[in-house]
């Protein structure tokens, strides 16, 4: 039982990273043609599917960010608040608190 266990985790992962070879970027595959990736993990199953994951997670995890994910992560927008005009704060009590 363990061991089928164990063979049907092998042909999922070597399956992921066939169809995640293929789909890949240029950066990704380290200009390795995909369809090279893809022999490498299919003649050396494990093996090559755990080198293909490793290579191609590191390429992605040292990218980092490529820009602001919200508003008022981003530097230029925050500073476009400070250049717009503000409405004048006039009105009953002057204070700001209505009713004053």
């Known amino acids: 039982m363990l ?3 164990a063979v049907l985790l092998a042909i999922g992962l070597v399956v992921y990273a066939a169809f ?3 789909r890949s970027s240029d950066e990704e595959r380290h200009g390795v043609p995909a369809a090279l990736w893809v022999v490498l993990i ?10 293909w994951l490793l290579t191609s997670r590191a390429v992605v995890s040292t990218q980092g960010r490529r820009g602001p994910t919200a508003p ?5 927008f925050l500073r476009s608040l400070d250049d717009r005009p503000r409405p004048p ?4 009590g002057e204070g700001g608190t209505p009713g004053a």
């Open 3 to 5: 061991r089928n266990l």
């Open 20 to 22: 995640d070879a293929a």
């Open 42 to 51: 299919l003649v050396f199953p494990v093996v090559g599917a755990v080198i």
């Open 72 to 76: 008022d992560d981003d530097p230029d």
């Open 89 to 92: 704060h006039g009105g009953p």
